[in-house]
């Protein structure tokens, strides 16, 4: 029986909860040399993708710039354009958001780049979720959920429709809601005649939007019976829009630790759960929940009392998860600290933390990965290491030769373009 093939993406950490920016190792998460030494790593290792997130605007935290967001994010298709150029084979991965964007602008501006990197462009479908964003553009506001992705989805038509008709010199008629669109397609036609489409939705017009377009689908479930179900959901959808359940790659996000022992590795990803969280990073998800200021908040302590919690206030912004019952989150807080006996900071670090599920010798998270291939939970995993840039040149040295020798990772580049490599036909 032929074994089904293992599909890794690299996500370059930048400013994120898995990056632990204070160690000496780490870099810089802005430097285009970082972004360089990154994407030239993850394609030694013949990583199908490199994924950048979006930041339209810096996170904030009472008025002032949050404390991961203090180095500033650099232009997604900007830095994919140098990578164009740094790279030869590897997927190019730009996260642009539908909801602020205009489909004729970002259709050119993405077919630019698949003609610039010789078909190795891929667009990760997202929406804005508030007001926050929509403060950066002229028309501000914000979309009720809905509304986004039905807007991502008149989006995602308009812009196949300029793609397929590149190089034809006709005109591209879209009317919906949202658009009233004449135009004709202002880049000439591609490699892969449209790039790859990825989505990073869960919800369940997330689900459907990917299952109707998507290539690859990046999933927050790596293991356990939500990661099973999840894949089951997806490919139902995927059959009934008509497409073959396995037209999609399903990409778990995924840390990772690896050490000489298991041992040695388990307790690395200890400390590197408490690295990803600093007392004034503990002291910031506190005061969000709680909805006030903690300036002398010891996180060593305790947390604060329930009769502190301020109902109503959102004091960070830009952040995708909010809390919607503060109240009834604060007391979830309190509850696990006092039934473990955990301080502030540790109860933060159990809370916002996950559990890396890539966690042992190099062989040991090598045949991890197989299994849950083989077991078609997923398809492979989009990869986020801890450290800026560096983070993923043990798991290329280490964790691929042994992918390799078990005969579920390619030992050489096959096709021409991203398109090629993933085994997508486009929907």
Not at 88 to 97: D, F, K, P, S, Y
Not at 171 to 194: K, L, M, W
Not at 345 to 367: C, D, F, I, N, Y
């Amino acid at each position: 029986m032929t074994k089904r093939q293992v599909h890794f993406g690299a996500h370059f950490p930048g400013v994120n909860a898995t990056t632990i920016w204070s160690r000496p190792e780490s870099g810089s998460q802005i430097a285009p040399v970082s972004f360089t030494h990154f994407a030239q790593t993850a394609e030694r290792g013949l990583m199908d993708l490199l994924f950048l997130a979006e930041g339209l605007r810096l996170r904030e935290h009472a008025g002032q710039i949050h404390d991961l967001d203090v180095v500033g994010r650099p232009d997604t298709l900007v830095q994919l354009a140098l990578l164009a150029r740094q790279t030869e084979r590897i997927g190019l991965v730009a996260t642009l958001n539908s909801t602020f964007n205009e489909p004729v602008e970002l259709a050119r501006q993405l077919a630019t780049l698949d003609a610039l990197s010789n078909g190795r462009a891929a667009w990760n479908i997202v929406t804005s979720h508030d007001a926050f964003f929509g403060a950066n553009f002229r028309r501000g506001g914000y979309l009720e959920h809905a509304d986004r992705y039905e807007r991502a989805r008149a989006f995602a038509d308009a812009a196949f429709k300029l793609w397929d008709a590149a190089g034809t010199g006709s005109e591209v008629r879209h009317v919906d809601r949202f658009f009233d669109i004449a135009a004709r397609p202002g880049a000439p036609a591609t490699p892969q005649g449209r790039p790859v489409i990825l989505q990073s939705g869960v919800s369940e017009d997330g689900r459907e939007t990917a299952a109707r377009y998507a290539d690859a689908i990046f999933s927050p479930f790596a293991a356990g019976p939500k990661a099973e179900e999840f894949a089951a959901d997806v490919r139902a959808r995927l059959v009934a829009n008509g497409r073959d359940e396995d037209a999609l790659k399903i990409l778990p996000g995924a840390t990772f630790v690896l050490g000489d022992t298991r041992a040695e590795a388990e307790e690395q990803a200890r400390e590197d759960q408490w690295a990803q969280v600093s007392p004034a990073t503990a002291v910031r998800y506190i005061e969000s929940v709680w909805g006030r200021r903690f300036d002398d908040l010891d996180v060593d302590g305790p947390l604060p009392p329930l009769s502190d919690v301020v109902e109503g206030v959102e004091l960070t912004a830009g952040r995708a998860s909010h809390h919607a019952d503060q109240r009834s989150r604060a007391a979830e807080l309190v509850e696990r600290a006092e039934a473990g006996g955990l301080s502030a900071r540790a109860v933060v670090v159990a809370t916002t933390t996950r559990q890396s599920p890539l966690v042992g010798t190099p062989a040991e998270v090598a045949a991890t990965i197989d299994e849950r291939v083989q077991s078609r939970v997923c398809d492979g995993f989009m990869l986020i290491p801890s450290i800026t840039p560096t983070g993923l040149d043990r798991f290329v040295d280490e964790v691929i030769p042994e992918l390799q020798n078990r005969g579920v990772y390619r030992t050489e580049w096959e096709g021409q373009t991203l398109r090629d490599r993933l085994g997508s036909v486009a929907a």
